[in-house]
């Protein structure tokens, strides 16, 4: 019959639980069962700002602080306060992503644009250089093509001294200077084992042009790059063989045969 008198009663009213294990609490001193022990069970009015001092009686009875999850739904507690660098709450580690660095749907949105936009420029600039590759490609197709076929063309139809054997020939089509009367271009074809001097007065020879190169003080017969009017060489020793390993000439090509003190004529007025 005394057994009611061991034991201590919570302090809450509606529970009033006998329990022989009685908790008292650290913050407002009142005593409390198993279910009302906590601080969040029983409302602690001596709470503040979710920290809990103790005397610590097992280091040299210092002051610690436990620091207890902000979460609602969360009672944990720890010595280490981790601090949301947003909210600026403390948070245990199962609740450290709580949701606020999550992004709203605007967010989203706005970079999903900004991620889409910079798509559309790399395809649109993708696409720039594709044409600009397929066009340069088939520009050099067709243009390898056509010197195929002019000199097939001339290959047809040039003259030559006969002394060249045809493994040797090679084969131009030669604009005559502007200051000629009545002279049409003309295929003409000269051994690559010559120097480019001896080519031009064969050339001269051939289409019936006077050549003074041999005469000092006089204007000089030269050969330009009937594509960009640029000088073939200057220097009259030159080997033909030379020149096409080099690529200054090309078999087939089409060039100009002037008067000339410079080292470039307007290649638009040779037709």
């Not at 001092?53 to 902000?70: F, M, R």
């Not at 001294?161 to 009367?181: G, T, W």
Request: charged share 25%; aromatic share 6%.
């Amino acid at each position: 019959m005394e057994l009611p008198q061991v034991g201590k009663q919570c302090s809450i009213e509606f529970c009033k639980q006998n329990d022989f294990l009685i908790i008292t609490c650290a913050h407002c001193s009142s005593l409390f069962c198993k279910n009302h022990h906590h601080i969040s069970s029983h409302h602690c009015p001596k709470y503040k700002d979710n920290v809990v001092e103790k005397l610590d009686d097992s280091v040299n009875s210092t002051t610690s602080k436990n620091y207890i999850c902000t979460h609602e739904q969360c009672n944990s507690t720890s010595i280490i306060e981790m601090i949301c660098t947003e909210c600026k709450k403390h948070f245990c580690v199962n609740h450290r992503h709580h949701g606020c660095f999550e992004k709203t749907d605007e967010e989203i949105s706005k970079e999903l644009k900004v991620w889409q936009n910079s798509k559309d420029q790399f395809l649109a600039a993708k696409s720039v250089v594709d044409t600009e590759i397929t066009e340069n490609s088939k520009k050099s197709k067709n243009s390898a093509l056509a010197k195929k076929v002019q000199l097939m063309k001339l290959k047809g139809r040039a003259t030559g001294s006969k002394e060249i054997p045809s493994n040797h020939r090679r084969y131009f089509l030669i604009y005559p200077p502007l200051k000629v009367q009545k002279k049409e271009s003309r295929a003409v074809f000269i051994s690559d084992s010559w120097t480019i001097g001896k080519s031009i007065d064969s050339i001269a020879d051939i289409m019936g042009i006077n050549n003074t190169n041999n005469t000092s003080n006089l204007v000089k017969l030269k050969l330009f790059n009937h594509s960009n009017g640029k000088i073939i060489t200057d220097k009259m020793d030159v080997l033909i063989s030379s020149l096409l390993d080099d690529s200054h000439l090309t078999d087939g090509q089409s060039l100009i045969l002037e008067y000339s003190k410079e080292d470039t004529v307007d290649c638009t007025v040779y037709k």
